[in-house]
Protein backbone atom coordinates (compact mmCIF):
# COMPACT_ATOMS: atom_id res chain seq x y z
CA UNK A 1 0.00 0.00 0.00
CA UNK A 2 1.20 3.64 -0.83
CA UNK A 3 1.63 5.75 1.71
CA UNK A 4 1.47 9.66 2.20
CA UNK A 5 2.34 12.08 4.82
CA UNK A 6 -1.15 12.93 5.36
CA UNK A 7 -1.98 16.64 4.95
CA UNK A 8 -5.33 18.99 5.13
CA UNK A 9 -5.45 19.56 1.46
CA UNK A 10 -4.67 15.93 0.50
CA UNK A 11 -7.81 14.92 2.83
CA UNK A 12 -10.26 17.09 0.91
CA UNK A 13 -8.46 16.62 -2.87
CA UNK A 14 -9.12 12.75 -2.07
CA UNK A 15 -11.60 11.09 -4.66
CA UNK A 16 -12.80 7.50 -5.23
CA UNK A 17 -12.45 6.48 -8.88
CA UNK A 18 -16.32 5.84 -10.37
CA UNK A 19 -15.51 2.27 -10.95
CA UNK A 20 -14.38 1.24 -7.66
CA UNK A 21 -16.05 0.61 -4.69
CA UNK A 22 -14.07 2.63 -2.18
CA UNK A 23 -10.49 3.95 -2.19
CA UNK A 24 -8.01 4.15 0.29
CA UNK A 25 -5.26 6.89 1.52
CA UNK A 26 -2.67 5.35 4.01
CA UNK A 27 -0.81 7.63 6.14
CA UNK A 28 3.07 7.34 6.29
CA UNK A 29 3.19 8.72 10.16
CA UNK A 30 0.99 6.81 11.79
CA UNK A 31 0.82 3.47 11.15
CA UNK A 32 -2.79 2.05 10.32
CA UNK A 33 -4.07 5.35 9.70
CA UNK A 34 -6.14 5.91 6.41
CA UNK A 35 -8.42 7.54 4.44
CA UNK A 36 -11.78 5.67 3.15
CA UNK A 37 -13.94 6.88 0.57
CA UNK A 38 -16.49 5.75 -1.79
CA UNK A 39 -17.73 7.53 -4.82
CA UNK A 40 -21.09 8.17 -3.13
CA UNK A 41 -20.35 8.30 0.33
CA UNK A 42 -18.21 10.98 2.60
CA UNK A 43 -14.74 10.38 3.81
CA UNK A 44 -13.87 8.71 7.09
CA UNK A 45 -10.33 8.17 9.02
CA UNK A 46 -9.99 3.89 9.38
CA UNK A 47 -7.87 2.19 11.64
CA UNK A 48 -6.27 -1.27 9.85
CA UNK A 49 -3.91 -4.13 11.16
CA UNK A 50 -3.37 -7.29 11.85
CA UNK A 51 -5.05 -8.98 15.38
CA UNK A 52 -4.42 -12.93 15.90
CA UNK A 53 -3.59 -13.37 12.36
CA UNK A 54 -6.98 -11.62 10.84
CA UNK A 55 -7.03 -8.47 9.10
CA UNK A 56 -8.69 -5.82 11.77
CA UNK A 57 -10.40 -2.89 10.21
CA UNK A 58 -12.36 -0.09 12.80
CA UNK A 59 -13.44 3.58 11.65
CA UNK A 60 -12.50 6.39 13.76
CA UNK A 61 -14.21 9.28 12.38
CA UNK A 62 -15.08 11.75 9.64
CA UNK A 63 -12.74 14.34 9.04
CA UNK A 64 -14.94 17.09 9.66
CA UNK A 65 -14.97 15.94 13.39
CA UNK A 66 -11.17 15.10 13.62
CA UNK A 67 -8.27 17.06 12.97
CA UNK A 68 -5.35 14.71 11.14
CA UNK A 69 -3.25 14.53 14.69
CA UNK A 70 -6.05 13.87 16.53
CA UNK A 71 -6.92 10.61 14.01
CA UNK A 72 -3.08 9.88 13.98
CA UNK A 73 -3.05 9.57 18.22
CA UNK A 74 -6.14 7.84 18.15
CA UNK A 75 -4.04 4.90 15.48
CA UNK A 76 -1.45 5.04 17.59
CA UNK A 77 -3.51 4.15 20.61
CA UNK A 78 -5.24 1.28 18.84
CA UNK A 79 -2.03 -0.19 17.53
CA UNK A 80 -0.74 -0.25 21.24
CA UNK A 81 -3.33 -2.38 22.61
CA UNK A 82 -3.05 -4.94 19.73
CA UNK A 83 0.49 -4.87 20.87
CA UNK A 84 -0.19 -5.36 24.07
CA UNK A 85 -2.73 -8.27 22.75
CA UNK A 86 -6.42 -6.83 23.62
CA UNK A 87 -8.47 -6.58 20.91
CA UNK A 88 -9.84 -2.89 20.34
CA UNK A 89 -13.17 -3.73 19.90
CA UNK A 90 -13.65 -5.54 23.32
CA UNK A 91 -11.66 -2.21 24.41
CA UNK A 92 -14.14 0.03 22.88
CA UNK A 93 -17.38 -2.41 24.31
CA UNK A 94 -15.69 -2.43 27.52
CA UNK A 95 -15.41 1.42 27.65
CA UNK A 96 -18.80 1.96 26.18
CA UNK A 97 -20.35 -0.66 28.62
CA UNK A 98 -19.03 1.64 31.58
CA UNK A 99 -19.87 5.11 30.11
CA UNK A 100 -23.56 3.50 30.41
CA UNK A 101 -23.60 2.08 33.62
CA UNK A 102 -21.56 5.71 34.85
CA UNK A 103 -24.70 7.58 33.35
CA UNK A 104 -27.24 4.69 34.72
CA UNK A 105 -25.49 5.41 38.07
CA UNK A 106 -25.53 8.74 38.37
CA UNK A 107 -29.10 8.72 37.30
CA UNK A 108 -30.13 6.46 40.23
CA UNK A 109 -27.79 8.41 42.48
CA UNK A 110 -30.12 11.75 41.59
CA UNK A 111 -33.44 10.18 41.30
CA UNK A 112 -36.04 11.65 44.13
CA UNK A 113 -38.08 10.07 46.57
CA UNK A 114 -40.84 11.35 44.23
CA UNK A 115 -39.92 10.28 40.73
CA UNK A 116 -39.96 6.47 42.45
CA UNK A 117 -43.07 6.43 44.24
CA UNK A 118 -44.93 7.80 40.63
CA UNK A 119 -42.96 4.92 39.26
CA UNK A 120 -44.02 2.35 42.03
CA UNK A 121 -47.75 3.93 42.17
CA UNK A 122 -48.04 3.10 38.27
CA UNK A 123 -46.19 -0.17 38.42
CA UNK A 124 -48.24 -2.01 41.37
CA UNK A 125 -51.45 -0.18 40.95
CA UNK A 126 -53.41 -3.32 38.57
CA UNK A 127 -52.67 -5.41 41.89
CA UNK A 128 -54.13 -2.99 44.22
CA UNK A 129 -57.93 -1.60 45.50
CA UNK A 130 -58.59 1.53 45.04
CA UNK A 131 -58.77 2.80 48.22
CA UNK A 132 -55.27 1.25 48.96
CA UNK A 133 -53.86 2.72 45.65
CA UNK A 134 -55.57 6.61 47.18
CA UNK A 135 -54.09 5.84 50.81
CA UNK A 136 -50.00 6.04 48.97
CA UNK A 137 -51.69 8.96 46.77
CA UNK A 138 -52.54 11.04 49.98
CA UNK A 139 -49.87 9.89 52.03
CA UNK A 140 -47.53 11.65 49.79
CA UNK A 141 -49.74 14.44 48.28
CA UNK A 142 -48.23 17.96 48.45
CA UNK A 143 -51.37 19.37 49.70
CA UNK A 144 -51.96 23.16 48.62
CA UNK A 145 -54.86 21.61 46.06
CA UNK A 146 -58.77 21.45 46.35
CA UNK A 147 -60.35 18.79 47.59
CA UNK A 148 -63.73 16.91 47.72
CA UNK A 149 -64.88 18.48 51.33
CA UNK A 150 -62.22 21.47 51.91
CA UNK A 151 -61.06 24.39 50.22
CA UNK A 152 -56.89 23.02 50.28
CA UNK A 153 -55.89 19.56 51.43
CA UNK A 154 -52.90 19.77 53.64
CA UNK A 155 -49.87 18.09 52.74
CA UNK A 156 -49.53 13.86 53.03
CA UNK A 157 -47.79 12.94 55.74
CA UNK A 158 -44.77 11.74 53.71
CA UNK A 159 -44.48 14.77 51.62
CA UNK A 160 -41.63 15.83 53.67
CA UNK A 161 -39.47 13.16 52.22
CA UNK A 162 -40.95 12.80 48.52
CA UNK A 163 -38.06 15.88 47.69
CA UNK A 164 -35.37 14.07 49.02
CA UNK A 165 -32.71 11.97 46.57
CA UNK A 166 -34.24 8.29 46.93
CA UNK A 167 -30.09 7.73 48.16
CA UNK A 168 -30.50 10.40 51.11
CA UNK A 169 -33.16 8.13 52.16
CA UNK A 170 -31.40 6.27 54.90
CA UNK A 171 -32.71 4.72 58.14
CA UNK A 172 -31.59 8.32 60.22
CA UNK A 173 -33.97 10.36 57.99
CA UNK A 174 -37.02 7.94 58.71
CA UNK A 175 -36.33 7.88 62.33
CA UNK A 176 -36.25 11.57 62.77
CA UNK A 177 -39.07 11.66 60.43
CA UNK A 178 -41.07 8.94 62.62
CA UNK A 179 -40.01 10.68 65.93
CA UNK A 180 -41.69 14.06 64.53
CA UNK A 181 -44.97 12.66 62.93
CA UNK A 182 -45.52 10.61 66.28
CA UNK A 183 -46.23 13.47 68.12
CA UNK A 184 -49.41 14.53 66.21
CA UNK A 185 -50.50 11.95 64.30
CA UNK A 186 -49.10 8.31 65.30
CA UNK A 187 -52.17 6.25 63.54
CA UNK A 188 -51.46 7.89 60.50
CA UNK A 189 -47.96 7.80 60.95
CA UNK A 190 -47.86 3.95 61.36
CA UNK A 191 -50.43 3.76 58.34
CA UNK A 192 -47.51 5.49 56.00
CA UNK A 193 -44.87 3.71 57.78
CA UNK A 194 -45.77 0.31 56.72
CA UNK A 195 -46.39 1.74 52.98
CA UNK A 196 -42.79 3.73 53.19
CA UNK A 197 -41.12 -0.09 54.12
CA UNK A 198 -43.14 -1.79 51.17
CA UNK A 199 -42.10 0.90 48.61
CA UNK A 200 -38.25 1.08 49.59
CA UNK A 201 -38.58 -3.42 49.34
CA UNK A 202 -39.77 -2.60 45.64
CA UNK A 203 -36.98 -0.14 44.92
CA UNK A 204 -34.56 -2.32 45.88
CA UNK A 205 -35.85 -4.95 43.36
CA UNK A 206 -35.64 -2.97 41.00
CA UNK A 207 -32.48 -2.17 38.59
CA UNK A 208 -33.26 1.62 38.26
CA UNK A 209 -33.09 1.96 42.04
CA UNK A 210 -31.63 -0.84 43.35
CA UNK A 211 -27.87 1.26 43.46
CA UNK A 212 -29.82 3.92 45.30
CA UNK A 213 -31.28 2.17 48.37
CA UNK A 214 -28.94 0.01 50.70
CA UNK A 215 -29.58 -3.69 50.67
CA UNK A 216 -31.21 -3.35 54.25
CA UNK A 217 -34.45 -1.70 54.05
CA UNK A 218 -33.72 1.46 56.09
CA UNK A 219 -37.08 1.64 57.01
CA UNK A 220 -36.72 -1.37 58.83
CA UNK A 221 -35.92 0.45 62.21
CA UNK A 222 -36.29 -0.80 65.52
CA UNK A 223 -36.21 2.80 66.19
CA UNK A 224 -38.56 4.14 64.38
CA UNK A 225 -41.01 1.56 65.01
CA UNK A 226 -40.30 2.20 68.97
CA UNK A 227 -40.99 5.95 67.83
CA UNK A 228 -44.33 5.27 66.11
CA UNK A 229 -45.21 2.87 69.13
CA UNK A 230 -47.64 -0.01 68.62
CA UNK A 231 -51.40 0.54 67.91
CA UNK A 232 -53.85 -0.02 70.04
CA UNK A 233 -56.73 -2.77 70.47
CA UNK A 234 -59.91 -0.75 69.72
CA UNK A 235 -62.51 -2.01 71.67
CA UNK A 236 -65.36 0.29 70.58
CA UNK A 237 -68.86 -1.07 69.72
CA UNK A 238 -72.51 -1.11 70.24
CA UNK A 239 -73.81 -3.26 72.78
CA UNK A 240 -77.08 -4.77 72.13
CA UNK A 241 -78.39 -2.69 74.79
CA UNK A 242 -77.19 0.52 73.18
CA UNK A 243 -79.05 -0.20 69.68
CA UNK A 244 -82.64 2.09 71.06
CA UNK A 245 -80.72 5.34 72.50
CA UNK A 246 -78.02 4.71 69.31
CA UNK A 247 -80.86 4.65 67.05
CA UNK A 248 -82.98 7.71 68.03
CA UNK A 249 -80.25 9.67 68.17
CA UNK A 250 -78.89 9.32 64.88
CA UNK A 251 -82.32 9.23 63.59
CA UNK A 252 -83.04 12.49 65.23
CA UNK A 253 -79.69 13.80 63.24
CA UNK A 254 -81.40 17.12 61.50
CA UNK A 255 -79.01 16.13 58.48
CA UNK A 256 -81.04 13.02 56.80
CA UNK A 257 -78.05 12.17 54.36
CA UNK A 258 -75.40 11.71 57.90
CA UNK A 259 -78.78 9.33 59.39
CA UNK A 260 -78.72 7.66 56.62
CA UNK A 261 -75.11 7.48 56.43
CA UNK A 262 -74.64 6.07 59.79
CA UNK A 263 -77.28 3.68 59.59
CA UNK A 264 -75.98 2.38 56.78
CA UNK A 265 -72.14 2.02 57.64
CA UNK A 266 -73.75 0.25 60.76
CA UNK A 267 -76.04 -2.02 58.71
CA UNK A 268 -74.18 -3.08 55.81
CA UNK A 269 -70.73 -3.94 58.22
CA UNK A 270 -69.00 -1.87 55.41
CA UNK A 271 -65.83 0.80 55.89
CA UNK A 272 -66.91 4.23 56.66
CA UNK A 273 -64.70 5.14 53.83
CA UNK A 274 -66.67 2.82 51.01
CA UNK A 275 -69.38 3.73 52.21
CA UNK A 276 -68.91 7.88 51.23
CA UNK A 277 -67.47 6.66 47.97
CA UNK A 278 -70.92 4.75 47.29
CA UNK A 279 -72.64 5.88 43.97
CA UNK A 280 -76.13 5.72 42.72
CA UNK A 281 -74.58 3.56 39.85
CA UNK A 282 -73.49 1.04 42.35
CA UNK A 283 -76.96 0.39 43.62
CA UNK A 284 -79.09 -2.70 41.68
CA UNK A 285 -82.66 -2.37 42.29
CA UNK A 286 -83.09 -5.64 39.91
CA UNK A 287 -81.05 -7.78 41.93
CA UNK A 288 -80.73 -5.95 45.18
CA UNK A 289 -77.47 -5.82 45.37
CA UNK A 290 -75.12 -3.17 46.09
CA UNK A 291 -71.38 -2.49 45.06
CA UNK A 292 -68.91 -1.23 47.17
CA UNK A 293 -65.39 -0.14 46.71
CA UNK A 294 -63.29 -2.08 48.32
CA UNK A 295 -59.75 -1.08 49.19
CA UNK A 296 -58.44 -4.41 49.55
CA UNK A 297 -60.03 -6.28 46.27
CA UNK A 298 -61.23 -3.50 43.80
CA UNK A 299 -64.62 -3.97 44.72
CA UNK A 300 -67.43 -6.69 46.04
CA UNK A 301 -71.27 -6.90 45.91
CA UNK A 302 -73.08 -7.10 48.85
CA UNK A 303 -77.27 -7.94 49.54
CA UNK A 304 -79.47 -4.28 49.22
CA UNK A 305 -81.45 -4.87 52.15
CA UNK A 306 -84.86 -3.67 52.73
CA UNK A 307 -83.86 -0.87 55.47
CA UNK A 308 -81.16 0.23 53.62
CA UNK A 309 -82.39 0.65 50.55
CA UNK A 310 -85.72 2.54 52.19
CA UNK A 311 -83.08 5.07 53.93
CA UNK A 312 -81.21 5.46 50.48
CA UNK A 313 -84.59 5.57 48.58
CA UNK A 314 -85.43 8.67 50.43
CA UNK A 315 -81.88 10.84 50.11
CA UNK A 316 -82.10 13.48 47.74
CA UNK A 317 -80.01 12.85 43.96
CA UNK A 318 -77.86 15.70 43.77
CA UNK A 319 -75.22 14.12 42.09
CA UNK A 320 -73.22 10.84 41.43
CA UNK A 321 -72.84 10.52 45.39
CA UNK A 322 -75.37 8.97 47.48
CA UNK A 323 -74.52 10.72 50.71
CA UNK A 324 -74.12 13.81 48.90
CA UNK A 325 -74.21 17.30 50.93
CA UNK A 326 -76.10 20.51 49.86
CA UNK A 327 -72.67 22.49 49.19
CA UNK A 328 -70.42 19.81 47.99
CA UNK A 329 -69.88 16.20 46.45
CA UNK A 330 -69.88 14.41 49.30
CA UNK A 331 -71.66 15.28 52.61
CA UNK A 332 -69.29 16.99 55.02
CA UNK A 333 -68.89 16.29 59.26
CA UNK A 334 -70.44 12.92 59.40
CA UNK A 335 -67.84 12.49 62.68
CA UNK A 336 -69.03 15.65 64.17
CA UNK A 337 -72.90 15.26 64.35
CA UNK A 338 -72.06 10.97 65.48
CA UNK A 339 -70.01 12.25 68.27
CA UNK A 340 -73.52 14.63 69.34
CA UNK A 341 -75.55 11.67 68.40
CA UNK A 342 -73.76 9.52 70.84
CA UNK A 343 -73.27 12.08 73.60
CA UNK A 344 -77.07 12.18 73.20
CA UNK A 345 -77.60 8.48 73.83
CA UNK A 346 -75.11 8.47 76.19
CA UNK A 347 -72.46 6.40 74.66
CA UNK A 348 -68.49 7.06 74.85
CA UNK A 349 -65.87 6.68 72.67
CA UNK A 350 -67.63 5.49 69.71
CA UNK A 351 -66.16 6.09 66.68
CA UNK A 352 -66.81 5.20 62.39
CA UNK A 353 -64.87 2.51 62.72
CA UNK A 354 -66.27 0.97 65.77
CA UNK A 355 -69.72 0.60 63.98
CA UNK A 356 -68.04 -1.70 61.44
CA UNK A 357 -66.62 -3.43 64.57
CA UNK A 358 -70.18 -3.53 65.63
CA UNK A 359 -71.54 -4.87 62.93
CA UNK A 360 -68.99 -8.13 63.36
CA UNK A 361 -69.81 -7.75 66.95
CA UNK A 362 -73.48 -7.98 66.49
CA UNK A 363 -73.51 -11.02 64.22
CA UNK A 364 -72.62 -13.15 67.11
CA UNK A 365 -75.39 -13.24 68.79
CA UNK A 366 -76.54 -14.78 65.63
CA UNK A 367 -74.47 -17.80 65.40
CA UNK A 368 -73.76 -16.17 61.65
CA UNK A 369 -71.28 -18.50 59.83
CA UNK A 370 -68.04 -16.17 59.89
CA UNK A 371 -67.44 -16.85 56.90
CA UNK A 372 -70.74 -15.07 55.64
CA UNK A 373 -69.81 -12.18 58.09
CA UNK A 374 -66.12 -12.09 56.06
CA UNK A 375 -67.40 -11.99 52.73
CA UNK A 376 -70.21 -9.06 53.75
CA UNK A 377 -67.10 -6.93 55.58
CA UNK A 378 -64.91 -6.86 52.69
CA UNK A 379 -61.86 -9.40 54.61
CA UNK A 380 -59.75 -11.61 53.33
CA UNK A 381 -60.97 -15.26 53.66
CA UNK A 382 -58.77 -16.80 56.62
CA UNK A 383 -59.05 -20.53 56.27
CA UNK A 384 -58.49 -22.87 52.85
CA UNK A 385 -61.86 -23.72 53.06
CA UNK A 386 -62.87 -20.20 52.48
CA UNK A 387 -60.38 -19.35 49.82
CA UNK A 388 -60.59 -22.14 46.70
CA UNK A 389 -64.24 -23.81 47.75
CA UNK A 390 -66.48 -21.91 49.44
CA UNK A 391 -68.73 -19.86 47.14
CA UNK A 392 -71.58 -17.77 47.97
CA UNK A 393 -74.05 -16.18 45.61
CA UNK A 394 -75.92 -13.08 46.62
CA UNK A 395 -78.81 -14.79 47.19
CA UNK A 396 -77.38 -16.68 50.02
CA UNK A 397 -75.76 -13.72 51.42
CA UNK A 398 -78.88 -12.20 51.81
CA UNK A 399 -80.06 -14.81 53.56
CA UNK A 400 -78.15 -14.24 56.37
CA UNK A 401 -78.04 -10.22 55.93
CA UNK A 402 -81.48 -9.74 56.00
CA UNK A 403 -81.74 -11.79 59.28
CA UNK A 404 -79.29 -9.61 60.78
CA UNK A 405 -80.44 -6.50 60.03
CA UNK A 406 -84.30 -7.44 61.09
CA UNK A 407 -82.52 -8.46 64.26
CA UNK A 408 -80.51 -5.23 64.83
CA UNK A 409 -83.94 -3.16 63.85
CA UNK A 410 -86.51 -5.49 66.25
CA UNK A 411 -83.29 -5.21 69.32
CA UNK A 412 -83.22 -1.09 68.87
CA UNK A 413 -87.17 -0.86 69.01
CA UNK A 414 -87.11 0.69 65.29
CA UNK A 415 -90.45 -0.42 63.64
CA UNK A 416 -90.03 -1.30 59.49
CA UNK A 417 -92.11 -3.50 57.57
CA UNK A 418 -90.33 -4.64 54.47
CA UNK A 419 -93.70 -6.00 53.03
CA UNK A 420 -95.50 -2.75 53.33
CA UNK A 421 -92.25 -1.08 51.81
CA UNK A 422 -91.72 -3.73 48.81
CA UNK A 423 -95.52 -3.16 48.14
CA UNK A 424 -95.14 0.72 48.12
CA UNK A 425 -92.33 0.22 45.09
CA UNK A 426 -89.52 0.19 47.63
CA UNK A 427 -86.12 2.24 45.77
CA UNK A 428 -86.80 3.95 42.35
CA UNK A 429 -83.39 5.38 41.11
CA UNK A 430 -83.58 8.14 38.71
CA UNK A 431 -80.83 9.20 36.03
CA UNK A 432 -78.14 11.36 37.39
CA UNK A 433 -77.13 14.38 34.80
Known amino acids: MARVNLTRAKVDGFKCPAD ?8 ATAPGLGLRMTPTGKPSYVFQSLFQGRTLRLTIGSPDA ?10 RELQRQIDEGRDPRAVKAAATAADVASRE ?22 HWGERHYQD ?40 AWAAREARNRPTSARLAWRLLKAFLGWCAEQPAYAGAVPDKNPAKSK ?7 RPGVKADALQ ?28 TGARPGEVLEMQWEDLNTKW ?108 LLRVHHERIEAWILEQAKVEFDAAVVANAGGLQ ?3 VA
Not at 151 to 172: E, F, N, T, V, Y
Not at 223 to 229: H, M
Open 66 to 75: WTIPNAQARA
Open 288 to 395: KGLTIRDKVEGERTVPLTPYVAHLLAALPRRNQWVFSGARADVVAAPNELHARACGVAGIDGLSLHGLRRSFKSLTEWLEIPAGVVAQLMGHKPSATAERHYTVRPLD
Open 223 to 229: KARESLG
Open 105 to 126: DAKRQSVTVSEAWAAYLLERRP
Open 136 to 175: HVAKAAPGGVPGKRSKSLQPGILAPLMAKPLRDLDAATIE
Open 429 to 431: LVS
Open 20 to 27: KAQAFLWD
Open 240 to 267: REQLPAWFDAVRGIHNPVVAAYLQTVLL
